[in-house]
């Protein structure tokens, strides 16, 4: 069973960063089948992708290429995620989701954090 669990601060003032980890238990983040990825859902829309990190790199949607990093710490088994310059149209939950890449769908999921944008 592979658990992701979101941390991080609930609220960001504008034109702040926003940092966000996922830290991953029953397996590995550096296993070259995955890729571990960022997803959120603002309020009354569908989930956007931000994008993702494997073994080879990163790779960012091109709306928010600008303003998001995604990096990991492979001794903490964890991928982190910093949005830039963020304002109020950011508020969103944020999920971490591993992807099979063999099978080409999300198999897990982390419980979604609260991130609001607010001074």
């Known amino acids: 069973q592979v658990l992701l669990q979101e941390s991080g601060p609930g609220l960001v003032k504008p034109s702040q960063t926003l940092s966000l980890t996922c830290t991953v238990s029953g397996g590995s983040i550096t296993t070259s089948n995955y890729a571990w990825n960022w997803i959120r859902q603002s309020p009354g829309k569908g989930l956007e992708w931000m994008g993702y990190i494997d073994y080879q790199g990163s790779n960012y949607s091109p709306s928010l290429k600008s303003r998001t990093s995604i990096s990991r710490d492979t001794s903490k088994n964890q991928f982190s995620l910093q949005l830039s310059s963020v304002t109020p149209e950011d508020t969103a939950v944020y999920y971490c989701?591993?992807?099979?890449?063999?099978?080409?769908?999300?198999?897990?999921w982390g419980q979604g954090t609260q991130v609001t944008v607010s001074s």
């Open positions: 989701a591993r992807f099979q890449a063999t099978y080409n769908y999300y198999d897990y």
